[in-house]
């Protein structure tokens, strides 16, 4: 059975910088398998799509990240990673990593995951 388990998450003052961890267990090479993404979900609104990887390393950013988050992976230890720079209170949310057996693309649209992690909260204090 596969799970995603993210970890990272905490409270930081705006402008500061969080990184985010996705650690992906039950099906062995999963990252580099299937295609990989970031979502967050703020008190009261829907969950939006924040980062999105493909198997070939290509990325998509939703635009109010452009420039200051970046998603990675490391295929050897099977983790998807968000590094959150100059963050603000508008940032703050449950942030979650999804993967989906349909690639290639980076899609942002969160019907099109087929697995989610529990997620990790992030605040972000101005």
């Known amino acids: 059975q596969v799970q995603l388990v993210e970890s990272g998450g905490g409270s930081v003052q705006a402008g500061g910088s969080l990184g985010l961890s996705c650690e992906a267990s039950?099906?062995?090479?999963?990252?580099?398998?299937?295609?990989m993404g970031w979502f967050r979900q703020a008190p009261g609104k829907e969950r939006e799509g924040v980062a999105a990887i493909d198997r070939d390393g290509n990325t998509n950013y939703a635009d109010s990240v452009k420039g200051r988050f970046t998603i990675s992976q490391d295929n050897a230890k099977n983790t998807l990673y968000l590094q959150m720079n100059s963050l603000s209170p508008e940032d703050t949310g449950m942030y979650y990593c999804?993967?989906?057996?349909?690639?290639?693309?980076?899609?942002?649209?969160?019907?099109?995951?087929?697995?989610w992690g529990q997620g990790t909260q992030v605040t972000v204090s101005s």
């Open positions: 999804a993967a989906r057996f349909l690639c290639p693309g980076t899609t942002l649209r969160r019907e099109l995951y087929n697995y």
């Open positions: 039950g099906s062995r090479y999963m990252i580099s398998r299937y295609c």
